[in-house]
């Protein structure tokens, strides 16, 4: 046996090093000045973590779970269920969520309630919807003015004329196959997989659907449903890596695009993306829309809505949002202007000159400009240097402020394109980086990052579900991002098609993965979010002290919640 | 269009900050310090990495490959079979292999070679080893006394009653199912997987297999394959995580122990070893042996073989290799003293002094002492910190040096006990870390072992195939700790079970994924892998110079193979 003072000193010595280790972190500000309040419901906070992680997720002998697994085996795991955890992660205050895009945010049953109760609704698929073509088809939606013609051949029959527009509601009357979330569960009670449920959101949208449901009805819901998220079921092939996940998230929006482009459903869809996260305990969210089409649908069916058009029906829908969650909530939405990234530099200018003109137009509504889409194959940053130079001089000439927030490092590919755009955005003043996945592998960069204060918005389930890392667990850059005080934000990317709605989903995940993380720690991510709005110091200083009251408030709540399980 | 001059001083800040970042990288020497012959080999080699990843990996349109991916689906796309770069990796030379486990590196087949001349071979099951059974029983091995009984009972009858001993020839010659790996391929003229095939040691045994070889006996093989590997074919069921990973890893070490634990198949695996990891281009390998058995069986089948013997073999062994590869080679072989991290201290000291005994019967063989098994479940360093610490006081009073060099953060858990074992190795002055997965997230630690120059034993393959990444490419430490410039040494772990034998497989991957990796780079690697064995200045010193020697003799191979590829 070793001295007693041998063992004490190795043991300082640990508790010195994880000390100095710990004072770099995030959540040491945060941490070292907790109220007893916070300091208590932090310690039982993680005690009911450890509790769920064994109960849950680490239970003896059962080899197909884990703390912090893949979203959707942790979701047949019961994410999303209520459990101590969960109610407290979904109900604390998130702070700001700095990455979605607009199209891809909102439930999808959101769409299809409104595609159900808009008459002018059309279908159509680049090939007749047999049994076999169904997953293979390429399926659109569009809104047409009465006056258009509709085929009346079914699509779901041999006959059908490839490319034809047929009518919504006779489609969905008359879908021919099993509900597909059926064959998953061999059961016709079951409509949707339980962990589906969960993903509708608490306050249906107005409108019956009742009168129009039919067991064919549902079963045409899923499909579609199917169509536009990336929830595994037995009729699909599973997804084993990242080029398979892109290909089935790209088909996605262009399934969304025809059932969301259409003037009253843009407007509700906006209000809806600003309750629902209000819902969720987010105050603030910058969705990037995609401009990259010119026309969109107005409520007669001409397809004549202008990118213009569009941002005021956002402002409206916004407006009538906070006023509906009434003065004493504090919620905002911005815009995020984006375009995509196989464009020429031509257009490139052409979308410039359009996101100066709406800055121009609605100067407290558009806040950034970005380029998205898949960064490995499309082009990188610096095939677009000339462009995105020259507008930042456009936008000194106008007195306008537009910063870049591009995203960069989404890929696997070390050395890479995707990877070298983290150069590029960095360089061009980027104000926050989108996803930023190999960032952490940059020793020059991370630095350099932090230095700047650029804050990267991490979307961990995205990551995840579109095969950057295996679980949140081993994501290449959070928690070394983390543990550097790299500004990090967590963001949810696209959760209508992942079906991580709001940020509980990847709160919980980096919470009962990650031993080191506690309730505060998460508040400290949430409070921080804040300082990256791209809104200006009053603004933020306003949110941040509508914050300290949301999350004064949660404490209590949780306290009085939990407030027995405290140890003496 | 912003002015040239512009865009030209953003191509320049651009070219900078990669510069800076390149120049901390581990390459960055080799690269400034090239030869005009390495400086053309490095060009030529890494057009042609880029061709075969497009030809090979990143083909348009196939959804199913990707440079870099999980190692079963990268075997079956053609990893090992002969291609430019794999020829040119697998011949060059690589330095010391830091990280492997002794019963875990020698091709199966080998074993399954050495039992099939062991008359004395013996099998039994804790159950009948019927279809139903088969791939869920608990099969061992061992050579007994002539003396001693054997079943008659077939042990894939029912009748077989559980744990008793039966011929293995007997019960090789009368394998009643269909050979496991035929069913994957529907065609009976496969006997295994092509990638499986390569997997074969490049010399077989001595002795040969023909005249017992039958269509049951390889249907037997094969199933005693598949039940000491992790190959994954149709009748096991697939493994999706870590825990699932590690539940079959840890089981086919219970069916290898009986193979190799055998006076002469450990001496002939052992001298295997050393001649195959010297035509992989290794020079020298440290072994870690695990001795938790006290006895292993001796030729006659008595089971009194002790630690000492079987060092003393291993040293028989080795030195038989060198004079087989005679003068001109430089090849050694070394071993690590481990035993398993759920033992209790008071059996710890046990084997911390049985391992003092050995380093001071055989002080040149001896080299380190390390805890094994899988850190998650089993006890942490800090756990063992008396009797650690005992250790280095009783080395000092025997004045002998014997470092330790301990696995630690080999986990997905973010601040659980084997995340925190990495405090402890380091403290506890480890010359090096076994895996050190979550070592790149925690900065003071990473700059720690910079600083104390640890090296990091970095296990690619391994660490994907048991779920701690889903890919070498998203890997949370290899490239962050590489490009920080914190030693790494590459290495296999368990290649016999995983089937990364050699280094050749870890090598491909990490240069076939990382466009910032050059075959310069590799070379960088392995040269520095030599200067992190535990052995003295002198014998790294010889060791140096003979990699220098064989490095400029494969690039002037490569050169008179590739040469003609230069771009002019």
Redesign the interface.
Known sequence: ??SQS??DA??Q??AA??A??AS?RYDHAALTAMTADEARANTIFTNMRDAERESQWEKEGD??S????DFYGARKNGLGSPSDVWNAVRRMPKGALLHCHFDGTVDTSFLLEHAKKTPGMAMKADRALTKDSLWSATVEFLVLPESEDRSNVSIWSEEYAPGSWVSFEAARESFPYPHPYELDQGSSHAHMPAYMELSKPAAQPNGTSAPGSSSKGDAFDAYVHSLMTLTPHEAVPAIT????AW?KFQSTFGVIAGLIGYEPTLKAYTKELVLSHARDGISYTEARINFLTEFMVRSDGTPTLTHEDWVRIFIEAVTEAKAELGEGVFVDAKIIYTTVRFIDNDKLRWYLEDCISLKKLFPEWIVGFDLVGHEDPLLPL?HY??????F??RCAEEGISIPFVFHAGET?????DA??NL??A???NTRRIGHG?SL??????TD?VKEKDICVEICPISNQVL?????I????SL??LL??NVPVALSSDDPSIFENFGLSYDFYQLVI?????SLVSLAALARRSIRYALVDDEAKQRMVEDWDKRWKKFVGWFLKEYGHLARQ
Do not use: W
């Open positions: 046996m070793a041998d063992i190795h043991l010595a640990v090093l994880k100095q280790e770099q080899l197909a884990f703390a912090g697994m890596n990242s080029k398979q290909s610096k240097i000339p462009e995105l130079l020259r930042q001089h696997l590919t070390d050395g890479g990877d070298l150069y590029d960095i360089l061009l996945v952490a592998r940059h020793p020059t960069l350099l095969g950057y890392t295996a679980s667990c081993s994501h290449p928690l070394a543990n550097r993965s990650s031993k080191s993380t």
